[in-house]
T-cell receptor
């Protein structure tokens, strides 16, 4: 079974600085999808960024980018120019190519200091 | 993006009663919906996968007679917590998908259930 590990329970970043959240996963599959979701205090889950495993190019969405290392099974999220609104719990998630279940990591609480 | 509406946002019920939570996809047809449970500062725990017109698939350890799931249409799935007890108090979240593999899941805003 696939597993997703987020080794940082909590992280802090100064406003306008850059922070990287780590995520590793375990799978024997070659085709799959990876996601980062944000859960702010409202608890509404919001998709931050998505990566297809067959794509070598790292996904980017404005201030958010990933470092996808397929061989190392690593999928870190970099947040540049951090803003107060980025404070949330961030979940890394995995989905296999032939499945429809999302496997979530334990989450990382991100605090942004002004 | 697609919108998933979950209702109610919060509910308080007495121990022994049943409570129903609705999950609706407002602007797309959801072939599959998922129900999660989340404890404070913890991850989402998948309870069951709901496919329109068929029986839900429950995860190991989830009591199907306790948590009744119905997916009667392509836009509505319901979770009924039967004979609720205080230990059922939690945050319940649904998600819906259009059916294309690998696409993102769209989440409802969640329901906070408190059983007193």
């Amino acid at each position: 079974a696939q597993t997703v590990t987020q080794s940082q329970p909590e992280m802090s970043v100064q406003e306008a600085e850059t922070v990287t959240l780590s995520c590793t996963y375990d799978t024997s599959e070659s085709d799959y999808y990876l996601f980062w979701y944000k859960q702010p205090p409202s608890r509404q889950m919001i998709l931050v960024i998505r990566q297809e495993a067959y794509k070598q190019q790292n996904a980017t969405e404005n201030r958010f980018s990933v470092n996808f290392q397929k061989a190392a099974k690593s999928f870190s999220l970099k947040i540049s120019d951090s803003q107060l609104g980025d404070a949330a719990m961030y979940f890394c998630a995995y989905r296999s190519d032939d499945g429809n279940k999302l496997v979530f990591g334990a989450g990382t609480i991100l605090r942004v200091k002004s | 993006g697609a919108v998933v509406s979950q209702h109610p946002s919060w509910v308080i019920c007495k121990s022994g009663t049943s409570v129903k939570i609705e999950c609706r996809s407002l602007d797309f047809q959801a072939t599959t919906m998922f129900w999660y449970r989340q404890f404070p500062k913890q991850s989402l725990m998948l309870m069951a996968t709901s496919n329109e017109g068929s029986k839900a698939t429950y995860e190991q350890g989830v009591e199907k007679d306790k948590f009744l799931i119905n997916h009667a249409s392509l836009t509505l799935s319901t979770l009924t917590v039967t004979s609720a007890h205080p230990e059922d108090s939690s945050f319940y979240i649904c998600s819906a998908e259009r059916g294309q593999l690998g696409t993102e899941a769209f989440f409802g805003q969640g329901t906070r259930l408190t059983v007193v």
